[in-house]
């Protein structure tokens, strides 16, 4: 209308304008789209860790995939996986139809017997006198029907009471009369004065490191037992045995790199009223297990740190620091992906570095619960046929065992390679299966030397094992054992 003027802009009648609008419009889109698909992605990695956070916290703690997230493979990869499977298997027997027609008998079961190095107490059991007269002389004695029942006695702590023997002079003039009295030597003991015998000492000391019993338990035992034997004296008397079985220790040491293979594993710990360092602080404690063939030691190594420089302090001493005695052979270092073994692994002495199958199996187990259930599932099947050739070769002697993995694993790790290189193309790498698949990539290098020694493990589970007590039994709280400084506790088995 005239006197008014219009506020819309004009639209572009040029094609190159038309064309930068649409381009603009395109690279908006495509933005958006983008940021879609991130949201999406980081929706899905959300969902996915709110779900393995479930599973940990509720749910059993286990390497098994749970029930509930046994989930369908997809149709593909079910279609791949049973092909690989069958091809694996061994061909089929002829059926042995006489074989077929006998009937199946149901196996009882069968009572071990009771171990023949304990002691017998036999009670002899016999009709009664009444009934013994009521039967005559028709009836003749034809010997026992034996059985056996396990019994216990309840533990007896007595006390060893030390009489030592006193001798004076008769007179002034007998050879060494000026010495007073004369009165046998004591008794060799652990601990100088202590009122605790070796065979105390070994039952403290077996209950908390071998049995997870901390202390504050064993002194309720004690406590019913009428005994007063406080934690505080047995923390004590721990602390006293350093020194004397320090020679002990030291032969344990240097007989821990006598073997081919050293596993190693590491678990965090709280100490209170460590000096110098906050309740809040971690600290570490370290397991070696190693030695030579029927001679394994588990050598245990208390620090403050998880640096590198614990087990190079351990396992790479020099002659020097070991005595002055020729250094211990080559070894393998095996240990999950942890970085710091990577450096002790780089050591002239480390023949090399074995890794650890049941950390990678984990990931899957956890990638399992997420979206991408189906091709977890699938690494967790080839990962299962790796583990059924080494429970086959359980008995088998190393040189067995290097030849057969040669011919049945290394095929399997093959397969494995092959499926990880092809997978992580197509996998986002913050989710629960990319997380699992990078980190299989990463510690493949270690993770095929067991193929080189047939004393090698496919696992780390060695050191897992022998640390899985101190885990469990685990209570410094008000100890003093605990120091800022290493120190080491042995224990060979």
């Given at each position: 209308?005239?006197?008014?003027?219009?506020?819309?802009?004009?639209?572009?009648?040029?094609?190159?304008?038309?064309?930068?609008?649409?381009?603009?419009?395109?690279?908006?889109?495509?933005?958006?789209?983008?940021?879609?698909?991130?949201?999406?992605?980081?929706?899905?990695?959300?969902?996915?860790?709110?779900?393995?956070?479930?599973?940990?916290?509720?749910?059993?703690?286990?390497?098994?995939?749970?029930?509930?997230?046994?989930?369908?493979?997809?149709?593909?990869?079910?279609?791949?996986?049973?092909?690989?499977?069958?091809?694996?298997?061994?061909?089929?027997?002829?059926?042995d139809t006489a074989k077929?027609?006998?009937?199946?008998?149901?196996?009882?079961?069968?009572?071990?017997?009771?171990?023949?190095?304990?002691?017998?107490?036999?009670?002899?059991?016999?009709?009664?006198?009444?009934?013994?007269?009521?039967?005559?002389?028709?009836?003749?004695?034809?010997?026992?029907?034996?059985?056996?029942?396990?019994?216990?006695?309840?533990?007896?702590?007595?006390?060893?009471?030390?009489?030592?023997?006193?001798?004076?002079?008769?007179?002034?003039?007998?050879?060494?009369?000026?010495?007073?009295?004369k009165i046998a030597p004591r008794p060799e003991q652990i601990i100088p004065k202590s009122i605790a015998h070796a065979s105390l000492l070994a039952g403290i000391v077996t209950a908390k490191f071998v049995d997870a019993l901390p202390l504050y338990r064993q002194e309720q035992i004690f406590e019913r037992e009428g005994i007063d034997l406080t934690r505080q004296t047995m923390s004590g008397l721990l602390i006293q045995l350093n020194a004397p079985l320090a020679p002990i220790a030291a032969a344990l040491k240097a007989q821990l790199r006598q073997g081919t293979v050293v596993h190693v594993d590491e678990t965090p710990v709280q100490v209170l009223r460590e000096p110098g360092r906050d309740n809040t602080q971690t600290s570490y404690m370290w397991v070696f297990c190693g030695g030579p063939p029927g001679q394994p030691v588990r050598w245990f190594a208390y620090a403050d740190s998880r640096a590198a420089s614990v087990p190079k302090g351990v396992l790479l001493e020099t002659p020097a620091q070991a005595g002055g005695t020729d250094p211990p052979p080559g070894f393998y270092l095996q240990s999950d992906g942890y970085s710091a073994y990577g450096v002790v692994a780089n050591a002239p002495e480390v023949i090399g570095h074995a890794g650890c199958w049941t950390h990678v199996r984990r990931k899957f187990v956890d990638a399992a619960s997420g979206r991408n259930s189906g091709a977890a599932q699938q690494m967790l099947a080839y990962i299962g046929q790796l583990y059924a050739v080494e429970k086959r070769l359980r008995e088998a002697t190393p040189a067995e065992r290097h030849t057969a993995r040669l011919q049945q694993s290394r095929p399997i790790l093959d397969a494995i390679k092959t499926w990880l290189d092809a997978t992580v193309t197509r996998t986002p790498p913050k989710g629960l299966l990319g997380k699992a698949v990078h980190y299989a990539l990463g510690q493949w290098p270690i993770l095929t030397t067991f193929l080189e020694d047939g004393r090698l493990e496919i696992d780390n589970n060695t050191a897992e094992n022998a640390i899985r007590p101190f885990v469990i039994g685990r209570n410094y709280a008000h100890l003093r054992i605990m120091r800022s400084r290493l120190e080491p506790v042995s224990v060979s088995r």
């Open positions: 209308m005239p006197g008014m003027s219009s506020t819309a802009q004009p639209l572009p009648d040029a094609p190159a304008e038309l064309r930068a609008i649409i381009a603009q419009l395109t690279e908006q889109l495509a933005e958006a789209e983008r940021e879609r698909g991130a949201q999406e992605q980081r929706i899905a990695q959300l969902l996915e860790t709110i779900e393995l956070l479930k599973r940990k916290r509720f749910g059993r703690s286990t390497d098994q995939v749970p029930d509930s997230q046994l989930r369908l493979f997809d149709e593909t990869e079910l279609e791949a996986l049973i092909g690989a499977l069958e091809a694996e298997l061994p061909a089929p027997a002829a059926p077929d027609k006998e009937t199946p008998t149901k196996r009882k079961p069968v009572r071990r017997p009771l171990p023949s190095h304990l002691p017998r107490v036999e009670r002899l059991l016999d009709l009664d006198a009444e009934e013994k007269a009521a039967m005559g002389d028709d009836w003749s004695f034809i010997g026992y029907d034996t059985s056996e029942q396990l019994a216990i006695l309840p533990r007896q702590t007595y006390v060893i009471v030390y009489k030592r023997a006193k001798y004076v002079a008769r007179t002034q003039d007998v050879p060494g009369a000026e010495i007073g009295v």
